[in-house]
Nanobody, 121 residues
Framework: QVQLVESGGGLVQPGGSLRLSCAAS????????MGWYRQAPGEQRELVARITSDGSIYYLDFVKGRYTISRDNAKNTVYLQMNSLKPEDTAVYYCNADVRPNPSRRSNNYWGQGTQVTVSS
């Protein structure tokens, strides 16, 4: 089994910054894609950013230039640096990862428990 544990959410004023972290632990041989999704009240969950094991990165258009995703493969950890935050960024942010438990098995997809980000004055 694999666990994803997020940290770093909170309340911040518009224009402020937060850094989210997500550490994966458990039965891990390799992690291909790690990413961040978010879900605002009454809205569908959406992909915010993702990064592959070889460093390929995708960003949602709305966050381009403000958010930076990175990962530390040795620590099985993914980060999301969020700058110039806007009230529209308010949501629960979820970590997601495709984890391969050993060389003979395919990857499974896992979710973290979510961390609240609130941007408000």
């Amino acid at each position: 089994q694999v666990q994803l544990v997020e940290s770093g959410g909170g309340l911040v004023q518009p224009g402020g910054s937060l850094r989210l972290s997500c550490a994966a632990s458990g039965s891990i041989f390799s992690i291909n894609v790690m990413g961040w999704y978010r879900q605002a009240p009454g809205e569908q969950r959406e992909l915010v950013a993702r990064i592959t094991s070889d460093g390929s990165i995708y960003y949602l258009d709305f966050v381009k230039g403000r958010y930076t995703i990175s990962r530390d493969n040795a620590k099985n950890t993914v980060y999301l640096q969020m700058n110039s935050l806007k009230p529209e960024d308010t949501a629960v942010y979820y970590c997601n990862a495709d984890v391969r438990p050993n060389p003979s098995r395919r990857s499974n997809n896992y979710w973290g428990q979510g961390t609240q980000v609130t941007v408000s004055s």
